[in-house]
């Protein structure tokens, strides 16, 4: 069977920033495997699945890489987390 197929991991947050933050630093760690993609990362209300917010940036950087600052960041993209 040809596609690509997603996994959906349900983590329980006490709020969005809970969430956020702790899809942000899930996401840097798993980065270590090549077939993750940070970037697609969000977050949602348990009972409104629907309504999604984004975890990273992801922006194209030169070079073709992504950013991986919080979604929304101030300043330049980057893909380290202090600058």
Same mark, same amino acid.
């Not at 270590?32 to 990362?41: D, I, K």
């Not at 600052?69 to 980057?78: M, T």
């Given at each position: 069977?040809?596609?690509?197929?997603?996994? @959906? $991991?349900?983590?329980?947050?006490? #709020? $969005?920033?809970?969430?956020?933050? $702790?899809?942000?630093?899930?996401?840097?760690?798993? *980065?270590?495997?090549?077939?993750?993609?940070?970037?697609?990362? *969000?977050? /949602?209300?348990?009972?409104?699945?629907?309504?999604? @917010?984004?975890?990273?940036? #992801?922006?194209?950087?030169?070079?073709?890489?992504?950013?991986? $600052?919080? #979604?929304? @960041? #101030?300043?330049?993209? /980057?893909?380290?987390?202090?600058?």
């Amino acid at each position: 069977m040809k596609g690509r197929y997603v996994i @959906h $991991l349900p983590v329980v947050a006490a #709020d $969005l920033p809970a969430a956020q933050r $702790l899809a942000r630093v899930v996401g840097r760690w798993i *980065t270590v495997l090549p077939m993750m993609n940070p970037g697609e990362m *969000t977050v /949602s209300e348990e009972d409104k699945q629907f309504l999604r @917010h984004r975890v990273f940036c #992801d922006l194209r950087m030169p070079g073709g890489r992504r950013c991986m $600052l919080r #979604d929304g @960041h #101030d300043g330049e993209c /980057s893909r380290r987390l202090c600058r």
